[in-house]
């Protein structure tokens, strides 16, 4: 090869090189395809859209939401795992793509941890156990020794088998060492409507979907799964303070993108992000469902989801829970 010809060589090897780098630094000049592994009007669906109008605003591109629901979110999640890492399909992903499915399913198309771009946390819903206001138990003392002195004869709802839900009671259930038969819905609002109707007399419910019913006093609020009290629902003490430490059980969302985005892809979409918490129709959505912001890095993000992956794992081992 002659000088001239390797030169010529060179330079092109070093504008493919820098032709990433530049798209990355004009990112984005393009719609961006936010996938929410769930169907349309869901609690899911409702924050992606708010943070995806908020942050619309100052990133100056469309976000269209792309709704993928089925396989417990695996859908959604293997089509942005194997989507091209340019920062334009980017995807809402909770408890099941992040801490739950690779315990779950015996095989995935994809591995949460090196499959993914972790951008940012968004937030996570407390759950707490509640009761139908007729069940004989009053507080949550009375419930415990309750289902203690009646093994297997009081049943618990939830949305479906893996559900956070139903997992906040099999850790529960670990911890307190009671057994309560699981019985499984499709979906909340029919789980909800259960326990309000007396069929069925407790579960777990997440403040997203339940608040209402709870501040209404449809179903009694016996503990709260969070670190500390709810402001939503400050008279009902926590998990911890009933003697139930170790147990703190929330849903939680953040948004990936595929493995390899560039950095100043994720940095931007992750200053966005945070940036759109302090939007007033944002801040009201959150309030609405019981919603705590959850601000920080993609570091902080990837390692929340990796550690409640392996807080979960030992529990859905240990209960035999398989979707597969």
């Known amino acids: 090869m002659d000088r001239r010809t390797l030169l010529t060589a060179l330079a092109a090897s070093a504008a493919a090189g820098a032709a990433p780098l530049v798209r990355a630094q004009n990112y984005p000049d393009q719609l961006i395809k936010w996938v929410v592994p769930y169907p349309a009007g869901g609690g899911t669906d409702v924050i992606a859209r708010t943070l995806a109008e908020a942050m619309r605003q100052t990133l100056g591109q469309q ?30 992903a909770d408890n099941a793509v992040l801490a739950f499915n690779e315990y779950l399913f015996s095989k ?58 139903h997992l906040a009671m099999e850790m529960f259930k670990n911890r307190t060492g009671t057994f309560i038969t699981h019985i499984p819905y499709r979906g909340a609002a029919p789980a909800m409507a259960d326990v309000m109707g007396g069929q069925v007399p407790c579960m777990f419910l997440d403040l997203a979907s339940g608040l209402p019913i709870m501040q209404g006093q449809k179903v009694r609020v016996l503990a709260i799964g969070s670190g500390a009290r709810s402001k939503l629902l400050p008279d009902v003490p926590t998990l911890a303070e009933v003697g139930v430490p170790n147990t703190e059980v929330f849903a939680f969302q953040g948004i990936l993108g595929p493995a390899g985005l560039p950095a100043p892809v994720v940095n931007k979409l992750n200053a ?53």
């Open 63 to 92: 976000i269209v939401i792309d709704n993928r629901p089925g396989a417990s979110t695996n859908i959604g999640a293997d089509l942005v795992a194997k989507s091209k890492p340019d920062g334009y399909t980017i995807m809402s």
């Open 108 to 165: 995935l198309p994809f591995n949460p941890e090196k499959d993914f771009s972790y951008i940012g946390a968004i937030g996570k819903f407390p759950m707490a156990l509640v009761v139908h206001p007729d069940f004989p138990a009053k507080d949550f003392k009375a419930f415990l020794a309750y289902v203690k002195a009646n093994p297997g004869k009081v049943n618990y709802a939830s949305p479906g088998n893996g559900s956070p839900h």
């Open 272 to 324: 966005e992000l945070n940036k759109a918490f302090s939007v007033p129709a944002v801040q009201k959505r959150f309030s609405d469902f019981g919603m705590e912001a959850m601000p920080g890095t993609p570091q902080q993000f990837a390692a929340l989801s990796r550690a409640e992956s392996q807080r979960w794992g030992p529990i859905i081992k240990s209960a035999g829970i398989k979707l597969d």
